[in-house]
């Protein structure tokens, strides 16, 4: 192929794209919001369909889950021996308080049984398709005073409703 020819093909692709690049800024950069239209609601942006369909605040599976993070994550990060011996007051304290077409969560508290002899309060919560990557269910969980890194800080209030 000639070299002129192939340079001229060259530069108006670039042209073009460079012109689509263009229409897509000014597009996106628009002011006014505006709805989804007919195929984005029906193919495009069909959203999560989510069931609701999680495990209750005593289910063995959750709580073994928060035992066991429990435990690694003290021994791993805080060179700590602490664990979970068990848990009582188990009770459910919100299920899907948001909007309907959020992530269902159940929000729970309980009592645990720390190996320090000292009766602690944990909050978490069983969210649904928040378990490794988006799988099945996953929990989040907090346990009063032992919150080092304060990731749920103030007094473990953000694992809460």
Not at 8 to 28: N, P, Q, S, T
Request: glycine share 8%.
């Amino acid at each position: 192929m000639n070299r002129k020819v192939l340079d001229h093909k060259i530069l108006h692709r670039a042209l073009w794209l460079g012109v689509l690049a263009g229409l897509l800024v000014i597009g996106a950069g628009s002011d006014k919001a505006r709805a989804a239209n007919w195929l984005e609601k029906n193919f495009y942006l069909s959203g999560p369909r989510y069931d609701g369909d999680l495990p209750a605040c005593n289910a063995a599976s959750a709580l073994s889950a928060i035992t066991s993070n429990f435990q690694t994550r003290e021994s791993r990060f805080w060179n700590s021996s602490l664990q979970i011996a068990g848990y009582d007051r188990i009770r459910e304290v919100a299920f899907r308080p948001w909007a309907p077409d959020t992530i269902p969560r159940r929000f729970c508290e309980a009592r645990a049984y720390v190996s320090d002899g000292k009766w602690r309060s944990v909050y978490y919560y069983i969210g649904e398709d928040t378990g490794v990557i988006g799988a099945s269910w996953g929990v989040q969980w907090c346990v009063m005073g032992l919150d080092r890194n304060w990731a749920y800080n103030p007094s473990c209030r953000m694992a809460r409703p």
